[in-house]
């Protein structure tokens, strides 16, 4: 088992930044993909970003390119995603994943996921 704890969340100006962690405890994460996801109110979970358990594969959402940047210290147990020139449609509930097949992962096939932290972006 994993259990997946997300922070750094909060309420932020259009145009600022904010860091995303995911610890990761139970067992060690070091050969998972991880990934981010989010939910706004009334809609769907959504796909953000994933990385290989290597860290040497990365995808984004067309949305977030450019913005923000997912990353792991697979000693710390811990992934994040920073999130950078963030936009009010941005606001969403997001929530890390962990799941040893990638493309289960990306589709949102993870049995493993976080409680979520809350990301408001005002304008």
């Known amino acids: 088992q994993v259990q997946l704890v997300e922070s750094g969340g909060g309420l932020v100006q259009a145009g600022g930044s904010l860091r995303l962690s995911c610890a990761a405890s139970g067992r060690t994460f070091f050969n998972y993909s991880m990934g981010w996801f989010c939910q706004a109110p009334g809609k769907e979970r959504e796909f953000v970003a994933a990385m290989s358990w290597t860290g040497g594969t990365t995808y984004y959402a067309d949305s977030v390119k450019g913005r923000f940047t997912i990353s792991r210290d697979n000693a710390k147990n811990t992934g994040y995603l920073q999130m950078d020139t963030l936009k009010p449609e941005d606001t969403a509930v997001y929530f890390c994943?962990?799941?040893?097949?990638?493309?289960?992962?990306?589709?949102?096939?993870?049995?493993?996921w976080g409680q979520g932290t809350q990301v408001t972006v005002s304008s």
């Open positions: 994943a962990v799941d040893p097949h990638e493309p289960r992962l990306r589709t949102g096939g993870s049995q493993y």
